[in-house]
Structure formats: structure tokens, C-alpha cells
């Protein structure tokens, strides 16, 4: 690929993380979101669900987690 590609694709890239993190607020500053901030912005999140998107089970979601959850169709990607 050629260098301006590969900028090009690492550009589009970390927009699409920036605009899942700003679909849900991480309130506590912490760099992931709990099932609280979760369901803030989807109400109808359940605690199945957001374990399913909690890949690692952490008990926190990660920006890429959340990422895979909207690809996934888990969380509507806005």
C-alpha cells in the first residue's frame, strides 16, 4: 500500500473509535464504560448483553469491545 493509503486508512480507523466512545459517555474518566454508562445511552441494554460485549470479562467495556458490539449488531452504531 502506498503511505498515503495507509494514512488514510489508520485516519478512518481511529474516527470510528472516537465516535463509539462518543456514544457513550465514560463518566468516571476511567477509559472504559461500566453497565451504568452502558445503559445510559442504550436503555434497553441488558446484563446478557453487555456481558456478551464484555469479551474479556472484566466487568468493563473496552472502546474496542464496544466497536465489535456495534459491528455485531449487539448496540445500534450511530
Known sequence: MKPKALFLAALLAASAVQASAATVEDADGNGSYS??????????????TYAQID???SGEVSDD??????????????
Open 55 to 57: 469479551a474479556d470479562a
Open 35 to 48: 453497565m451504568e454508562e452502558m445503559a445510559a445511552s442504550y436503555p434497553d441494554l441488558t446484563a446478557e
Open 65 to 78: 469491545e464496544l466497536m465489535a458490539a456495534m459491528e455485531n449488531g449487539l448496540v445500534p452504531a450511530e
